[in-house]
């Protein structure tokens, strides 16, 4: 019915939706051309088939995982999961496919064209978060730790255990403006949750003279002699710049309330 | 004096100093505390000359009662004073780290009354942090020279990771440039922590919840372009350094001129910052290539080729160790190879293994192969039409801005000789044995 070289999956945009595809793949011995979100506005020539997601097909899939390729693959792509990669969904297929083939080898094979890619992609994701997890800059509201972030990939699932870690008696919260997701925290439980829209509400005194504080530390530490403008931007692109204190990126004003932060955080 | 006035002028006073490094330890707070620390260690931001800012960089006091020459908080500077309280301090260092703008505290200290009493006051700035606010962040303390030793043991207790510092490559240098400070003043509070880190180890293995001393080690830093001594004898004091005091790292800082003296480089001299590169780049040639001093410079060599970065100068003057076989070679050759570095040669280990590497390969793999398709074969080949010629490996082996520095030293004097470097005299490398230049950068390949 569907023709090889034009076939499209259409899945629901999950993880276990994605190992549908792949079940569906073996099941019906295709590979398809493309794999879609259900929103994708693209139009294709081709009509996509749609994939039902099935848990009782993809728990059979994430159990062959480990067993057939080993647990370091199945961390590799559940972060693989997580990049901002062009076709991410099809490499990760086509990466299942060869790991079912090559077995545990599958790692090893930095080669091959689709390992590599999806090598660069997940080293771009641990990158950034890791980056992030020090230009996080959090703003203290009414005793909760609030944070705005905009990274290409989707780090927060990746930045949960160091937050955690880091504040376990506080509760914090960070948004991520790019996915309309958010970290919640409070003591010893956290969640990612999705977000519409955040507008910080005006600092308070206090907040306002750790924010001037840190201004004055951060334009004190450069030896002048040395300034090296390149240099920072290479370590530090500019596209985070936009959240952190030391830019000087004065909050919005805001209609959201002081206590309207809490409601935010678990229940 | 409010904080403000007092932050200001304590980090203007702390920012000669170096090391800002939050690696080396890895550990999460306790249930009622605050902070943790990652073994990598983690960078908050970049200051605008491209050091990176990862602890609040600070001094407990700039009043000092030592003169060394080269210091901007010598006595004998006038400068506006100031001094934190402990409380101070530690309210300031969890405010900034809540809002996660710092991963800990980096405390030094100008030497107030007496090294003693200002160690004192370190070590109660950090209880308070370490105690009261049940602080687990990174912590790195500066060992004051002729500190008592039972002070020392304390604050290391209290801290991830201390340095001494070695301020001057020489006991000439310093005995000129810092008269309060000796050779043995400095090794001998580097020596203790050594000893104790050693023992401390001991106890970890006996008891699991042994209090851990100084457990992300300890390092040092030495000012360079202040004073006569060559690179040879840094790198081979570098070297000691992490062999007999088992450092984690030795940071180099570029003189900056900050006090006009006789003894001293002029005012208008500019840090000599493409010196402290090249001895950066021999310090990871030290620490991770398997490269050893007496190999990167010798008796004759006493100075960095500024042209060219130590692993290039290395491998010119080894030609006889190239071409190497990428699919063969084990993994300490390889990571001798230009353009070849730690990631790369281990992702070549782990890819041999199950396919034979061609030229695209390895540049999947991450090999700079414009440098290294001179120096290396695949399967017994090397690179299709690969042209050897003078300008071709110079030009690989140089950024263009450095091939622009070369051939002004050696200008192309005419278009049918391809070098002039053998009748040119040698302008800006004067100092720099000239045969040896071009016997490295002629040499055939």
Known sequence: MFDQSNLIYRYDGSFDGLLCCVFESYDKKEIPTEIILPDTSQTFLFTAKEIKTDI??????????????????????????????????????????????????????????????????????????????GFVRFSIFNNVLVAQIEPKNYVLPLMTQHFSERYPEERFFIYDKTHGMALVYQPYQSAIIPIEDLEL???????????????????????????????RMSHMPKRYWKYMTEFGSSPKKSHLKLEDTAKFLIP | MDVFDKLKILTDAAKYDVACTSSGVNKKAAAGGIGSAAASGICHS?????????????????????????????????????????????????????RNYIEGLFLSSGVLKNPDYTTEQMIEALRILREEYRFFGYIHAKAIPGTDSGLIARLGMLTDRMSVNIELPSQSSLQLLAPDKSKHSILAPMKYIQNRIQENSTDIIKYRHAPKFVPAGQSTQMIIGATPD??????????????????????????????????????????????????????????????????????????????????CNWALHHMDFFPMNVNRAPYSDLLRVPGIGVNSAKRIVIARRLATLQFNDLKKLGVVLKRAQYFITCSGKATGNLKITQDKVLQSLMSEKTLGMYHQSFPLQSQNKQLSLFEQPSLLLSGYPQEDLQRCLTSPI
């Open chain 1, 56 to 133: 009782e097909k993809s728990s059979r899939v994430l159990a062959s995982i480990p067993e057939k390729m080993g647990y370091d693959a199945l961390n590799f792509i559940r972060r693989a999961f997580l990049t901002c990669a062009a076709k991410k969904e099809l490499y990760i297929l086509l990466f299942l496919r060869l790991g079912y083939r090559y077995g545990r080898s599958i790692m090893g094979m930095l080669t091959d064209d689709t390992v590599n890619t999806l090598f660069k992609a997940v080293k771009h994701l641990d990158n950034e978060s890791h980056l992030l997890k």
């Open chain 2, 230 to 311: 060559t690179d040879f004898q840094i790198l081979n004091l570098t070297e000691g350094l992490y062999k007999k005091y088992k450092l984690k790292r030795v940071f180099f800082s570029a003189y900056m001129p900050v006090a006009e003296n006789a003894l001293l480089p002029t005012l208008d001299t500019t840090p000599p910052l493409w010196r402290e590169h090249r001895l950066y780049q021999a310090d990871w040639l030290l620490r991770f290539y398997g490269f050893t001093a007496n190999e990167l410079l010798d008796q004759q060599h006493q100075s960095f080729n500024p042209f060219l970065d130590p692993k």
């Open chain 1, 201 to 231: 509400p005006e600092p308070d005194e206090q907040e306002q003279s750790y924010r001037e504080l840190w201004k004055l530390f951060y334009d004190t530490i450069e030896i002048q002699g040395r300034h090296n403008p390149k240099c």
């Open chain 2, 46 to 98: 970049f200051s605008g000359d491209g050091r990176c800012i990862s602890l609040l960089k600070v001094l407990m006091t700039n009043v000092c009662a030592y003169d060394c020459k080269y210091c901007v908080n010598r006595k004998s500077n006038d400068t506006p004073r100031a001094s934190f309280t402990p409380r101070e301090l530690a309210e300031l260092t969890i405010n900034f780290y809540r």
